[in-house]
């Protein structure tokens, strides 16, 4: 049985970290343009900079909650693919080892010049002037709107192949990963966690609830039906 659980910040918000859309967004009264873009970077580097610097700084004081640590939980029955838009690393610290991030990690960052140039930024914040080897400027290695996600096929495969799908903690309003969401088709169970919802996508089940709420039985249910397969 393939199991497949695609997140996004809602399931980071019981760990203190804000989303980006809803009550309390990081979003909410700024515009994403001016923060999480190429040009944003290019026009004003140190406040973009500020911006990550400040929020690996609440990843740091953040841990994983209940929803994170039962997917993590659950790989101990049986192997769980996620695939997080989220930047944290809250599913690897609560144990997941098969996590794809698609829009990158901010614990890492990377030259402004060559993606592939990456350094652990596990305590230390990335300031204008730390270079990578080759000379260029350190950004966080994370994907601004208008740049590559990355993962997609790897993702795609995985949703593909799932016969279990959950969908949490993501208003699917972000390209292409909201359109994932139709490609799980030989799923026998299709589910999405979230306490509001715009549009269910067909064949979901949707579970109006808080993500440490309602992933936890779940997983406890997927795991009791592998273990009776
Ligand atoms: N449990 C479950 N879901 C929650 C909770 C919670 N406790 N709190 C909020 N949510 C839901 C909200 O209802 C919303 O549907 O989580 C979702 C968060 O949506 P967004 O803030 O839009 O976050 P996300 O979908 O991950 O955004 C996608 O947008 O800005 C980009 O790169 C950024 O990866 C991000 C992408």
């Given at each position: 049985m393939k199991i497949v659980v695609l997140t996004g910040a809602g399931i980071s918000a019981e760990s203190g970290l804000p989303t980006f859309r809803g009550a309390g967004g990081l979003w909410n009264g700024v515009r994403a343009e001016t923060l999480a873009t190429p040009e944003a970077f290019a026009d004003n580097p140190q406040r973009v900079l500020d911006f990550y610097n400040f929020r690996r700084a609440m990843v740091r004081e953040a841990a994983p909650n209940a929803a994170h640590q039962a997917i993590a939980a659950l790989e101990r029955h049986h192997p769980v693919s996620v695939v997080t838009q989220n930047v944290d690393n809250l599913h690897e610290r609560a144990?997941?080892?098969?996590?794809?991030h698609v829009h990158g990690e901010i614990m890492l960052a990377r030259s402004s010049r060559n993606p592939g140039l990456k350094v652990p930024m596990q305590d230390q914040d990335i300031r204008l002037g730390d270079l990578a080897d080759d000379g260029a400027q350190l950004r966080p290695d994370v994907v601004w709107f208008g740049e590559a996600v990355r993962h997609i096929d790897e993702s795609l495969d995985r949703i593909r192949e799932a016969d279990r799908f959950l969908v949490v903690g993501t208003s699917l309003q972000v390209w292409p990963v909201a359109d994932w969401?139709?490609?799980?088709?030989?799923?026998?169970e299709r589910v999405i966690i979230a306490p509001e919802l715009r549009t269910c996508p067909d064949h979901f089940e949707w579970i109006c609830g808080t993500a440490c709420d309602e992933v936890p039985p779940i997983m406890s249910r997927w795991a009791r039906s592998a273990l009776a397969d």
């Open positions: 144990g997941s080892t098969d996590v794809l969401v139709h490609h799980a088709t030989r799923a026998g």
